[in-house]
């Protein structure tokens, strides 16, 4: 039985505050989050001038995880548990924030310094109850370790982020099972990708335009699919999709800003601990790695 698209959602491009462009499918109104994933932002692609780039400097999360995953460009993190990485396209960043960490979020300075061209995505996963107050961690995931894949026809090409698919597995590790793919599609693909019952499952495109269960989205869109077993992808173009699963949580979601816990008091919590400096703070006196030039 194939999962059929249930809900098709269209995001915009928009350029929030001194000029980074996003595209968000959720949240949005209406649609609050797509269980167990609480944000999807598409950064660019955008064409930054020298100077141009900017990024997210310090501030907190608890509660769940950020993953952020380069296509082009190079991104930098540094936290306040003393994680420290530069990503360029291809390469996974997965930092489960857990009970709290305050980071930083930025081009690499050679991005900032000389300009070019940045795409990428940010996925917000939520952690269970039971795993929110866990020790934060980070995993960082070069592209040469990123498992790919195609279908004998060679038409259709999967990464495999997180979770299994056409036989290749990744190696983060999630707290729940998660499925993170991502699927490049020539003219004439077609194919059925299995995935576990038990996952919810949501395919944003990015790129050109993908048929999933016979309705064809367009760049920009995301789809909520309904129960099945296999999820019938056919591209009639390129197209480019992220397929992502997960077992819902089906736990309350109560959020304030970078906290994401289940009860108001969780969140005055949260808040009271990273004013108190509980989150503690970046060590912005250690240089960056790789930019020891
Ligand atoms: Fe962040």
Redesign the pocket.
Known sequence: MFREVVQVITSHRQTEGGGFVVRRPFPTPGFAHADPFLLLDEMGPVEYRPGEAIG?PD?P?RGFE?VTYVLEGEAEHADSAGHRGRIGPGDVQWMTAGRGVV?A?MPSRVMHERGGRMHGFQLWVNLPARDKMVPPRYQEIPSSSIPSASTPDGLATVRVIAGEALGARAQIETRTPIGYQHWRFEAGAALEVPLPRAHAAYVYVFDGSVAVAGRTLQAGQFAVLGAGDTVPFAASDLGQALLLSGIPLGEPVVQYG?FVMNTAHEIEQAILDYRAGRLGAIDHAEPPQGEHT
Do not use: D, F, Y
Request: charge should be negative; avoid cysteine.
């Open positions: 997210a501030h999360h950020t980071h979020e970078p």
